[in-house]
């Protein structure tokens, strides 16, 4: 079984600590509290970062590449470390998709990151699909601790199909237009 969450909220972290997961996927796209609260348009609470009775070995952190937010080399070694320092094992930046204006704005190219230039991080494999998308893998190395790391820019929407959404009023199929199941 796999969880997908925002895993920064109470109600949200208590999920997280049921025994059932396999893995869980938590959106994380900053490491400081006051600009997810911006990101997500709601306070976050202080003590968000605090994952208690959380197994974090089946936590992997996704954090989508945001103009303004992690769209640069630093930003992502700060990501990086914070999750070393946290104790998650994994970390995923994601293009967004451009799909309505606000992507469209705050696009940032997995090209741009320069994920190279950060010391310790070195690449292992590369995976394409033509247009549709393009993924990187790399591992980042600090004091003996190993972090994994993917990259993942989809071009496409459609490539995504078979991703099932809710948008808090509609079920979606892909990240499209016109794919509303229910």
């Known amino acids: 079984m796999h969880l997908n969450t925002n895993g920064l909220l109470p109600q949200s972290q208590e999920l997280m600590r ?4 396999d893995s869980i996927s938590m959106s994380l796209h900053h490491y400081d509290v006051a600009k997810l609260s911006e990101l997500y348009g709601c306070r976050i609470p202080d003590k968000a970062f605090d994952f208690e009775g959380i197994d974090l070995q089946k936590v992997n952190s996704s954090c989508n590449l945001i103009k303004g937010y992690i769209d640069n080399a630093e930003e992502a070694r700060k990501m990086l470390d914070f999750n070393i320092d946290h ?3 994994r970390i995923g930046f994601v293009a967004l998709m451009k799909v ?8 940032v190219d997995l090209e741009d990151i320069h994920l190279d230039c950060i010391p310790h991080v070195y690449f292992t494999k590369s995976m394409n699909r033509g247009g549709d998308c393009k993924c990187c893998n790399y ?8 972090l994994e790391i993917y990259m993942r820019n989809y071009a496409n929407p459609y490539y995504c199909e078979s991703s099932l959404v809710y948008d808090g009023e509609y079920l979606r199929q892909g990240f499209h237009q016109d794919n509303l199941i229910y």
Request: glycine share 4%; charged share 25%; aromatic share 18%.
């Open 139 to 146: 591992l980042y190395n600090r004091n003996l601790k190993i």
């Open 18 to 21: 049921h025994p059932r997961w």
């Open 100 to 107: 309505n204006d606000y992507c469209r704005k705050h696009f």
């Open 87 to 89: 104790g998650i094992p």
